[in-house]
Every structure is written in structure tokens, then in C-alpha cells.
């Protein structure tokens, strides 16, 4: 069975950092496939936060750029979100996407 699995979320005080991982299973190789994470606040759409293509080319959105910092692993089958100087409107479900492949999502709490 194919799946993803994220790991890292919890509840932060503003300005701290958490680093978020994701490991595929059932998956042998992810080289040639781009990998993302997004996040879902209450009430609010998912958005795309960062995307990493096979090559490690890198996007992201506006409110994170130069805060956070994805990276992935393919030995590891693995993609990271590092985030740092973390705000309360950073709080939010993160899911991690690889290929079309998605996980159930890791919850980001960030107090003021």
C-alpha cells in the first residue's frame, strides 16, 4: 500500500521553529517526481507552501519565503519543511504531497 506519513507538527510559540517530515512507504523511488507541502487553515483553502521538483529547484509562497526551507531525500523516500521565525497565522493542517500522492496531514499550532 502506498502511502505518506508526516510527522514534526505540534504547538510552537511565535518565533520558534519546527521541522516537518514526511516518508513514503510502498513507493520505491521518487527521483523523477516533483514533491510539495500545503496547509489548510480553519476556514480557509488548502494553499501550496513550497514545492521541490526532481531536480531540487525550489518555490514558494509569498508568506513563507525566506522562513521556511524544503528538502527532500529520494534514498529516503523523504521530503522536509523546515520552518523557521513561525507566526500564529502559520497555524494550519500541512500536508505533504508526492507526485499525486498525498498524506493525512500533521497539525501546526503557532501561539502568540
Known amino acids: 500500500q502506498v502511502q505518506l506519513v508526516e510527522s514534526g507538527g505540534g504547538l510552537v510559540q511565535a518565533g520558534g521553529s519546527l521541522r516537518l517530515s514526511c516518508v513514503g512507504s510502498?513507493?520505491?523511488?521518487?527521483?523523477?517526481?516533483?514533491a510539495a507541502w500545503h496547509r489548510q487553515a480553519p476556514g480557509k483553502q488548502r494553499e501550496l507552501v513550497a514545492m521541490i521538483s526532481s531536480r531540487a529547484n525550489t518555490q514558494y509562497a509569498d508568506s513563507v519565503k525566506g522562513r521556511f526551507t524544503i528538502s527532500r531525500d529520494n534514498h529516503r523516500i523523504a521530503v522536509y519543511l523546515q520552518m523557521n521565525s513561525l507566526r500564529p497565522e502559520d497555524t494550519a493542517v500541512y500536508y505533504c504531497?508526492?507526485?499525486?500522492?498525498w498524506g493525512q496531514g500533521t497539525q501546526v499550532t503557532v501561539s502568540s
Open positions: 504531497s508526492i507526485g499525486d500522492i
Open positions: 510502498g513507493v520505491s523511488n521518487i527521483a523523477n517526481t516533483a
